[in-house]
């Protein structure tokens, strides 16, 4: 999947907004998020493969 172009949900669906570059998901294994204009944003999903969790709501 493209990086996206900005968090906004209603452009780059199953993307959202994290305060930071970076989470941490269950395993302890970090997934990056890319920087957009609109700030740090990632795929909801970036852990499933780590052991969760779910980064944002749907």
Do not use: E, H
């Amino acid at each position: 999947m493209a990086p996206p172009t900005s968090c906004d949900p209603d452009t780059d669906v199953g993307w959202c907004r994290i305060p930071t570059d970076r989470v941490r998901c269950a395993n302890g294994f970090y997934m990056y998020a890319y920087s957009t204009p609109d700030g740090w944003c990632i795929r909801y999903d970036a852990c499933k493969n780590q052991g969760g969790p779910y980064v944002c709501g749907l």
